[in-house]
């Protein structure tokens, strides 16, 4: 009588191989999270000018480093070992891909701690924060549903975040016209605007990335490359 | 009588495997030949506002795209058919990775064609150009050097370029600065200066990327990871 492992995983060579991709699993999961809370604690640490949070944030950036080392080489061991195939390769090779997407997420929450201390150290009232503050919230959302996605393989829930890209580019043009508009008005605003602009650059990258997972959520699922298709040709794909 | 192929290849099941191997190889060096001449063309059509160059680098970036997927599916064929191991899978997964960064490359010759365009059609006398002249040369070389060393396996010459992205990076600062001065002159040159800004924001990228494939080229070539390690760890890794 089949248990309901082997049901699920009846294809598999051994439990051993099971447990090896679980882990792998378990283990991006884990470095999205790391991830996310860094890109949550370096938009905390530039809106109360928190220096402090924003060092720990740039000092934690080694530990995503190492994660991502981690799973590089836990990924290319399963290939060389269990020589997955079919579904099972898919996911080893999405993880390769998207554990790099994770480490630049890190790098960015990395680049606005560094100016979050900046504009903590010239100490003057903000602007544009309010659109980094709505910015960011979008994109951590788009991050944490992208690994929610992957967690539970869903991709209608991975086509969701791929339609919103677009908004957050909107989000990231107005933002940037507002920033402008400040400079212009007055010129001692220059270098604190530019400042800002970085971190929604920054945060507009996040939201890529976040579409990056998204789309391989869609080829572990699906089996079908949706980069650069249009969006009737990727929901044509999610929808079968 | 061995001959020579078999000495080189010896260790692989088939003389099939090796031609994808081969294959696998010249059509990465093919991509990257491509993405180099949209990099060039996208500072082309900058310096001499050409509206009509910038155009064509806009529409070519979808081979670029093109090419990124054909790469990914034929990688992950190999993987599944060959099962390599050793320094073939580093190759392999060297390659799904590196094209990540090739697309990534082609993706910022498209911003900087999109950027001349719009500095086009404003046709104001350029500032900040010489800066990109400089930088664009600059990461355009360590691009080449990266594709050269992949092509022959040098990890010396990678190790070069990745000393090289600490002085990429010292010169965009010196770039910004020079830019934020023009700014604050005079309020009518931000936006425009802006528009620069991201031109030299997009070309550093194009050197971390350049960086990236230097540093999978020393894992395929050592087999050692040299991705956040410090420069001197690197140089003993190489020097082994």
Redesign the interface.
């Known amino acids: 009588m089949p248990n309901s492992k082997d049901d699920v995983y009846g294809d598999h060579i051994s439990h051993k191989f099971n447990d090896e991709l679980m882990e792998l699993k378990t283990e991006f999961l884990k470095m999205g999270g790391v991830v996310e809370s860094q890109v949550e604690q370096a938009i905390q640490a530039l809106m109360d000018s928190d220096g402090q949070l924003a060092e720990q944030v740039r000092a934690r950036d080694?530990d995503v480093?190492?994660m991502?080392?981690g799973l590089?080489?836990e990924a290319?061991l399963i290939?060389?070992r269990r020589?997955p195939?079919?579904r099972d390769?898919?996911l080893v090779?999405s993880v390769?891909?998207m554990v790099?997407d994770l480490e630049r997420v890190g790098d960015e929450a990395k680049k606005i701690a560094k100016l979050a201390l900046k504009l903590a150290e010239e100490g003057q009232a903000p602007r544009g924060y309010v659109e980094v503050r709505h910015i960011g919230n979008h994109v951590l959302g788009m991050l944490h549903d992208a690994l929610d996605a992957f967690a539970r393989l869903d991709s209608e829930q991975a086509l969701r975040i791929m339609k919103e890209d677009k908004w957050v580019d909107e989000e990231y043009q107005a933002a940037a016209r507002t920033l402008?508009t400040f400079?212009?008005e007055d010129?001692r605003n220059?270098?604190r605007c530019?400042s800002v602009?970085w971190v929604l650059?920054a945060l507009e990258r996040v939201g890529d990335h976040a579409c990056n997972i998204a789309e391989n959520v869609i080829f572990m699922v699906k089996g079908e490359?949706v980069?650069?298709t249009p969006m009737e040709e990727a929901e044509k794909v999610v929808g079968r």
Do not use: G, W
């Open positions: 080694k480093d190492q991502e080392r590089d080489e290319t290939i060389a020589q195939t079919a390769l898919r090779v390769i891909k790099a402008l400079m212009m010129t220059i270098s530019m602009m650059r490359d980069r650069h």
